[in-house]
């Protein structure tokens, strides 16, 4: 497989979640930021729904927690608070982001614009997760608007899924490696996100918690990256 090389110019990640940005593009943002590049990251959706059961952990605590988190995290990779971006829009609810007043492609624009990447890096549509799904058809439509950006999509749940760890892509399509980047960083990016490792909410057994092996896999492994094709 080859290994990605970037075009001259800033990146934006679009995470679908506060923690997407870490297990999907840690080494590449970490890389990024380490060589005085610019990068930013869009985080789509507030979190607030991964423990919905929970009562010591409301919405709208857990909706802080995580944007502290995803700050966290970025710092741990290199960047600033003032590299993030949140949209907020909800959780878990594709049905609903667009909606009238919801675009999505939209409100990712207005950050396009303002940041003027080279590159834009969205969530695999491969990934089996709504909000994952979403987010790669608003970053199709965003890059259609933009000729000339580019648009790459990562994996996380579809290469989670796959019983070799190699992600799907779509036929036709190429993909990349990006190898680069400390793991120990990547990790510790990664642990930032405490809400969803278990280690912080305790009174709702069926929320989200990342897997056994799921944190440690993404920071050793090289990142994966393919090509998308604007909307």
């Known amino acids: 497989m080859d290994r990605l090389v970037l075009d001259r110019g800033p990146v934006v990640v679009l995470a679908p979640h506060a923690d997407d940005e870490s297990l999907g593009c840690g080494h590449l943002l970490a890389s990024l930021w380490a060589e005085g590049g610019a990068a930013h990251v869009i985080c789509l959706t507030d979190g607030a729904a991964s423990h919905p059961a929970s009562r010591t952990h409301p919405p709208a605590r857990l909706r802080a927690i995580r944007r502290t988190e995803l700050g966290r995290a970025v710092t741990r990779l290199g960047g600033t608070r003032a590299d993030v971006t949140f949209l907020d829009f909800p959780d878990a609810a594709s049905h609903r982001l667009h909606g009238p007043g919801a675009d999505v492609a939209r409100s990712i624009g207005v950050v396009l614009d303002r ?81 969803q490792t278990g280690a912080v909410i305790h009174d709702d057994p069926d929320g989200f918690a990342m897997p056994e092996g799921f944190a440690a896999f993404f920071a050793e492994a090289p990142e994966l990256y393919f090509r998308g094709r604007a909307a």
């Open 115 to 195: 940041v003027a990447p080279a590159t834009l890096i969205a969530p695999s549509p491969l990934d089996p997760h709504c909000d994952h799904e979403a987010g790669a058809r608003a970053a199709r439509a965003a890059v259609a608007a933009r000729p000339g950006m580019r648009l790459l999509f990562y994996p996380v749940w579809s290469r989670w899924k796959a019983s070799d760890r190699a992600a799907p892509v779509p036929e036709g399509t190429t993909a990349f490696a990006w190898a680069g980047g400390s793991p120990g960083q990547k990790r510790a990016a990664i642990d930032c996100h405490r809400s």
